[in-house]
């Protein structure tokens, strides 16, 4: 597994205690729990290795027309979007490897 590996976040939901026996895979200063684990089968994350940064900028458009978000702070979010994507082949393959049981 990657020491460092980015996700697109856009929600304010946080997990914030496990169930028994479930492992923590991964953490960030935002949040003890990014990633999680329960036994060899189920698998948690806490943002949204799926998402491009094309859907990223249509929810931002939404949330600006909903007026969920200000102007000022959608524009601010898009920069930094626009400065980094995450890595989705690293993710496909971190989510590959705990399937086939190799994490």
């Known amino acids: 597994m990657p020491t460092l590996l980015s996700v697109i976040e856009c929600h304010r939901d946080e997990v914030r205690e496990l169930p028994p026996r479930a492992e923590v ?32 900028l249509h929810l931002i458009d939404r949330l600006v027309q909903l007026k ?18 995450p890595d989705r082949e690293a993710w496909k393959k971190l989510c590959i490897s705990f399937l086939k049981g190799r994490l």
Request: charged letters at 30%.
């Open 25 to 56: 895979m991964a953490w960030s200063d935002k949040t003890g729990v990014e990633m999680f684990r329960y036994g060899d089968h189920i698998m948690g994350i806490q943002g949204h290795p799926e998402y491009t940064k094309d859907i990223l």
């Open 68 to 85: 969920f978000i200000v102007d000022c702070y959608a524009d601010e979010v898009k920069a930094n979007v626009e400065a980094s994507e």
